[in-house]
């Protein structure tokens, strides 16, 4: 039985076969009613299908839409249909929801709304959509208490997955899902609760899947397997757009369980990165012990590439003399010469920031599975729409007719928002005609990546007879996360790389900010809080360098160029506004925290920074000490605005490990080049912090606030960076203006 939906309406309601309510949400034009799973009709043999499932003993299996990669979706967005429907959370079980592309009558359409994740999106995208699912299940059990009670429902209220009768009696859902689904939903859009009425948004809620973390029953992506797949891997060219001049795969094919060796092609130069990276051999065997040590044995010749000459060293003297042209205006305020003329002093600073690797935990992979009309994948994935397209074009085959099964995946930081693993596996199983699962090595990953630019920014402050920053000037030479990327082709050169409207931008009367193309052959793409992260260890380090100079308190200085709060216009992502006071905010309780005003006399130094990223407001504080060469965290604080918050523990988490992910690579981390390769392939010379890097503990402080929910897994990183230098230069007055800290801080001592 299933109510017929008009036009109008954007939920899908359904009895199963088993006796359960099933509540999905659909597009505002409805179509024909989206397939449903096994699963969801009660049968458990494959994955969830739809939002909500009430079964019969009145338990509630919330779908998770979003790709799961260490950030929490898994637990939060289900959350928020929970709250809506009044469930009794600690009797929820949410499963992870495949991809959803299907045609509609209209076209189309992702029956689950949106399911990628980047750009910390997730819980603003589903803050209503999600909400109103779970809303609408419960009018619908409501309408159906007050059908068999004779009552109007505005005098039923609902607690704990219960319709409650005036008289204080309690009826559990499950005994309403037939005559709830029988019920044609409301034309318009539920009202949703108020804040005030909040049970499970804002209360602490345990990672839903932890239990099967901790003992190893949770599936990674790498963990999928299907009958008869083979074990792919692959060498990889590891010169920039080079090519395969001849192999022998003689010795390779001795190998017991190799099953073929063959040549596959790549892209050519400089057209869009739309399929495979490089070009590479590949080694098919029937397990991946034979896979990769077949691939070993192999012998082969490379032609270098047109990129055969570029190292950083090359980069960082093309930024140099970049910085002497015009470049890319982005903003200009006010009238900066004139400001020049007048200032009574001008400071300059120079930084540089390094290619970086992704380097997840769980490398990339795919299993894939063709079949002459339909299609498998199973992977971890960031961006399962641009996966699901590259599988169109490689096969021909109709996307409503490529399943993806999405699992939890160990990290994405933006690796995975690219697909060209997914063409890969396509490519090998075309050739070979049986299912693939194709096996990437810890060299591969960090060898052939879509890489953090690199970038030299040269700041200029001009100050007046008190001291105040009357100018500002703002200049990078850096690598545009552009490159070869279809869908940037026509968006600026400095997009996802230098943020016009960042701090203090709109804050400084006369104001100058422009950007300059460094040719390099290296693929680039999106990493953890891509401007931010590659921009504030510059503008965050040269506002403690002008206090410095300027015998100011850093914190003062800040607060003083935010001014009054007030909304300023704020054109990047997390816009259209920028609140100078929640930035302030945090930037005082982060102070506060660290205990800033207290002199160190113990050979201990404290440095601070904030910033606005993708919607969110954080600064970080650290206390160190260095002894020789050996930096030593003492403490570290970082206080967040993400407004309100749907799972406390899951901001408190996204915080803690944003802010080890951001020592780790502001210490260590660093991706080079030399003759047209990248030179590092292990973490023995790309080095993961360790636990004695670390501090013991991460104080973290969530500003509470009644705003529109931003994300939280990108706005921990980014002001690490500049407060460890800050930190650092108060310890010892060595001022790092290089990343990697570690490095630059040995040379410098």
Known sequence: MSAKLSRRQFVSVMLTASGALVVGLRPALAGPPPKVPMDMLGEALTSLG??????????????????????????????LIAEELDADWNRVRVEQLPYGYEIGVDGPRNRYGEQGAGGSTSIPNGWKDLRQVGAVARWLLIEAAAQQWQLPRERITTEASHVIHPDGSRMPYAELVERAAAILPPAEAVPLKKPEEFRII????????????????????????????LVAAIVRCPHLDGSLASFDDAQARKVDGVVDVFAIEGPVPGSAFNTNLAAGVVVVAANTWAALKARSKLKIEWKPGPWAEES???????????????????????????????????????????????????????????????????????????????????????????EIRMTRAGGGFGRRLKNDYVAEAVMVAKKVGKPVKLMWSRDDDLRHDFYRPFGVHRLEANLDRKNQVIGFTHLCAATPVAYRNASLRERPANTSVLDADAFPAGLVANFDKRFFTLESGMPRGWWRAPSHTFQAFATESFIDEIAIETKQDAVALRLALLGEPREIDYRGH???????????????????????????????????????????????????????SDLKIHRAVCVTDVGRVVNPLGVEAMMIGGTIDGISTALNLAITVKDGQVQQSSFADYPIGRMAQMPNDVEVIVVPSEREPAGAGEMGVPTVAPALANAIYAATTVRVRELPILPELRRKL
């Not at 905010?585 to 925290?593: G, N």
Request: charged share 25%; aromatic share 6%; hydrophobic share 40%.
């Open 202 to 229: 804002g209360k602490p809620a345990k990672t839903v899947d932890a239990r099967a973390i901790v003992t190893g029953k949770a599936q990674y992506g790498i963990d999928a397997y299907v009958g008869g797949a």
């Open 574 to 628: 997390g816009g259209p506004k920028f609140d100078t006071g929640r930035l302030a905010e945090v930037l005082r309780r982060c102070a506060d925290a660290i205990d800033w005003k207290r002199r160190r006399t113990d050979g201990r130094g404290v440095g601070i920074a904030c910033h606005f990223t993708f919607g969110g407001y954080t600064a970080h504080a650290f206390e160190v000490s260095v002894d020789g």
């Open 312 to 402: 950083t060293a090359r980069l960082a003297a093309a930024a140099e003399e970049a910085l002497k042209g015009e470049g890319l205006s982005l903003r200009a305020d006010g009238d900066m010469a004139k400001t020049r003329k007048a200032a009574r002093r001008t400071l300059n600073a120079k930084y540089t920031v390094p290619f970086l690797a992704h380097a997840t935990m769980e490398p990339p992979h795919a299993l894939i599975k063709l079949e002459p009309d339909r299609a498998l994948l199973v992977a971890s994935l960031q961006d399962p729409d641009d996966a699901s397209t590259t599988i169109a074009d490689l096969t021909g085959l109709a996307r409503e007719n490529i």
């Open 50 to 79: 739809a939002f909500v499932r009430i079964e019969r003993n009145n338990r509630i299996v919330v779908g998770a839409r979003g790709c799961e990669i260490g950030q929490g979706v898994m637990t939060s967005l289900p959350m």
